[in-house]
């Protein structure tokens, strides 16, 4: 399904098409006036995933058997009962004595990004901060207690009250409480117990036995906003990072504070941001297939203004682990252009890139990105963007 | 038995209740509830969360009066009760 592009968007799920030389066409294939945050195909099954996010109704899992023709209900993801959190409260809403995390019961609020291990195996990352998964094909998810329960939330409060405070903290993408999200989930393809996620905002965690267990994999990283850059545990905020499949132990990041790669595994991370080139701040992140020295990006300009550097629209790719970056600008828009792309609307599978952004543009190259066309204008503002 | 009414929006997820007359037995709002998720399978969970409670932007009607228990939804529902579920008017 190379000639096929997923894209979720705040009103429904497209799929795209190419129907000759160049010729990409976009299709509404469900869920319209539902946004939908990530749509993506089991390599396994063919069954197409959509995480919706129904507004009144809350989020809900979609799923299709007939390739994106019809749409049902999935068994749907909850937190189990005595699922509980500390929560810190919002930053701007607290005075003298009232910075204290509360603990509260979690209920879910979004279901954020989708990703497939072995046969039958589906990991769901979600807000508040929960990881899910299913073993059955989907027909039923359970709560990864191990991360939840992880030291750095405030250990098990399933038991009891745990350490009284949490390393985690939120993100806006919660759409009202400011708790925290799993937006990343990479599955070693040599190994489906070897697992990394991301959350904004906690950092990049690592199970090596299914999840049962897991560490932090945040050293190299910098927090330029925090007293403690380098601190271990808190606060760090990748915005996305993806493993080269034919190389796992090169992972890229996109993260709040730059661009950071790693050849070691996850290990130990590299700052390969390049400030005067615009390669810092951004959201997505590909990388190839093959070779996990190159990887793409698409910039905006500081996390102050998230728009695109100048009003150009471009590309960043290197092919030598971030010491260089080229910016790939042919066929797309080089003056008032305002698109920002968001972490999960950007992908790539052999020579074929594809993203999408918030002002529902959609852009494709068949080159690697060396050029690129509009396939849509007018969509509506796109949150995923996935090969299937 | 109450007579229960939704609001247009739910029948996009529930294509099979619209056009009935749904008639359901309970002497509280979770109770009647409980009912409508027996009718429909996956209902309870659009308009509570895991929790039980009434999501955010969801409106349950007694008659004319609003749940006052969001939370237990154990307002009483007396028989022949009409019983809305609507959607909040969330501005916009």
Known sequence: ?388 | MARVELTNHLYQFFPDLEGREIEVEGDTVARILEGMERIAPGFGFYVRDERGRLRQHVNVFVGSEPVADRHGLSDAVPDDARVLILQALSGG
């Open chain 1, 1 to 388: 399904m190379s000639d096929r592009i997923l894209v979720g968007t705040r009103k429904g799920t497209f799929l795209v098409t190419k129907s000759g030389a160049g010729l990409w066409k976009p299709k509404l294939a469900g869920h319209q006036g539902v946004g939908v945050n990530y749509v993506a195909r089991d390599p396994h099954s063919g069954t197409l995933w959509a995480a919706l996010g129904h507004g009144h109704w809350g989020a809900k899992l979609s799923r299709s058997t007939d390739d994106g023709a019809t749409w049902e209900d999935a068994s749907q993801i909850a937190y189990p009962e005595g699922a509980r959190h500390y929560l810190p409260p919002p930053p701007t809403e607290t005075g003298p004595g009232e910075g204290a995390p509360t603990l509260k019961p979690a209920t879910l609020l979004k279901l954020w990004c989708i990703a497939f291990g072995g046969p039958g195996e589906i990991w769901v990352g979600t807000i508040p901060g929960g990881l899910f998964k299913s073993d059955d094909g989907g027909e039923s998810f359970a709560l990864n207690r191990g991360l939840w329960n992880h030291e750095s939330r405030g250990g098990d409060l399933f038991a009891g009250e745990g350490n009284g405070t949490t390393k985690w903290f939120g993100t806006p993408a919660a759409e009202g409480e400011f708790s925290p999200g799993i937006h990343s989930i990479v599955i070693d393809p040599t190994d489906d117990a070897h697992v990394l996620v991301a959350v904004s905002t906690a950092g990049v965690f690592e199970t090596r036995d299914g999840g049962r267990s897991w560490r932090t994999r945040n050293e190299g990283l910098v927090m330029d906003y925090s007293p403690d850059p380098t601190d271990e545990w808190a606060g760090h905020d990748p915005h996305q990072i993806v493993m080269c499949p034919g190389q796992t132990e090169h992972l890229w990041q996109q993260n709040h504070c730059g661009v950071f790669y790693s050849d070691d595994g996850a290990e130990t991370w590299r700052k390969v941001s390049a400030p005067k080139r615009g390669v810092h701040f951004g959201f997505p992140v590909a990388v190839d297939e093959k070779d996990g020295c190159q990887a793409w990006l698409v910039p905006g300009k500081s996390d102050m203004q998230r728009t695109t550097v100048d009003g150009s629209l471009f590309v960043a790719r290197t092919e030598d682990g971030g010491a260089t970056w080229t910016e790939l600008r042919e066929g797309l828009p080089q003056e008032n252009a305002f698109d920002v792309v968001y972490r999960h609307s950007l992908d790539k599978r052999g020579d074929l890139l594809a993203f999408g952004s918030t002002t529902g543009n959609l852009y494709l190259s068949e080159n690697r990105g060396d050029s690129w066309i509009a396939v849509a204008n007018n969509l509506p503002p796109i949150y995923s963007v996935r090969m299937g």
